[in-house]
């Protein structure tokens, strides 16, 4: 492994790190950021990303020293004093412990599909956090995809990697529609495909989850979840084959939408 101490927050072997607050900046140099031990540790394990560089503190260099060596020798490892990030990164990496890694090629909507038999799909969904958590629970219930549309957040975003706990590097995912305008064209597809379709919603409205469950059997199923606050649109609800809900106690509203993901997931999970 390449070993490099910095010597001063201008040191300019770490510039890539400068602008790691920016995400729109980071995603057009055609990288992402992974953040925290954990998150490295898995980045390298799966040993199919295009890992640029890591810059860590001494203590997070120690901590990962058995898993660095599986790096290639020509990647660089920066240290830094822990106290320095926020100099060079621009916030306070508590963990000292940051990657930047190339983004993958995005998959093939067919091939991701072709043997899919259950999949998460998000329309509108910006929250990072939720973003994450719903793709930690596919990965713990066993989804095949995530699917999302042209708002939703960006999963290789660092906060919704780390709030995946990784789940993001390993769970397939791809963008369903990259227009808005082409999102009821995105579902008629998976329809198509032989996805049903169902729409997830605090309305009264809906089939009870467990009525779905017991009636679906082996169907390939699309679960489709708005955000928490306009949920979704007229036009998907209208396309899907159902509406489910989750009952829960009248004097609450609704459910977190990662909650509501991982419950539907699990249900669902455990008749298939």
């Known amino acids: 492994m390449s070993r490099v101490h910095i010597i001063g927050l201008d040191d300019p072997r770490v510039d890539a790190y400068r602008s790691v607050t920016d995400p729109d900046l980071i995603r057009a140099r055609g990288l992402f950021v ?23 503190s001494e203590t997070a260099r120690r901590a990962l020293e058995p898993v660095l060596a599986a790096l290639p020798p020509s990647v660089p ?5 822990a106290a320095d990030f926020r100099g060079i990164a621009g916030y306070d990496v ?39 958590g719903v793709f930690r629970n596919a990965a713990a219930f066993g989804a095949d995809a995530v699917l999302l549309d042209a708002a939703s957040c960006d999963p290789l ?29 995105a579902l008629a597809g998976l329809k198509a495909r032989g996805f049903t379709i169902a729409a997830f919603t605090p309305a009264g409205a809906g089939c009870d ?8 059997g082996a169907a ?17 609800e209208a396309a899907a084959d159902h509406r489910v809900r989750i009952p829960i106690d009248p004097r609450v509203d609704s459910l977190n939408l990662a909650v509501a993901a991982g419950i539907a997931l699990h249900r669902l999970s455990r008749v298939r």
């Open 94 to 132: 508590h963990r000292g412990c940051l990657a930047l890694s190339a983004r993958p090629s995005p998959p093939i909507i067919d091939d991701l599909l072709a043997t899919a038999r259950l999949v998460v799909v998000l329309e509108g969904v910006t929250n990072a956090d939720n973003v994450g």
């Open 209 to 216: 989850l467990g009525e779905l469950a017991a009636s679906l």
């Open 157 to 185: 975003y660092r906060k919704a990697i780390r709030t995946s706990m990784a789940a993001v590097l390993y769970v397939p995912f791809a963008r369903l529609s990259n227009q808005a305008d082409e999102w009821p064209a």
């Open 220 to 236: 390939r199923l699309a679960l489709l979840f708005g955000s928490e606050g306009p949920g979704l649109c007229a036009a998907s």
């Open 34 to 56: 992974a953040e925290g031990r954990l998150v490295v540790e898995r980045l390298i394990a799966e040993g199919r990303y295009d890992i640029q560089s890591l810059l860590l």
């Open 77 to 81: 490892i920066y240290v830094c004093e």
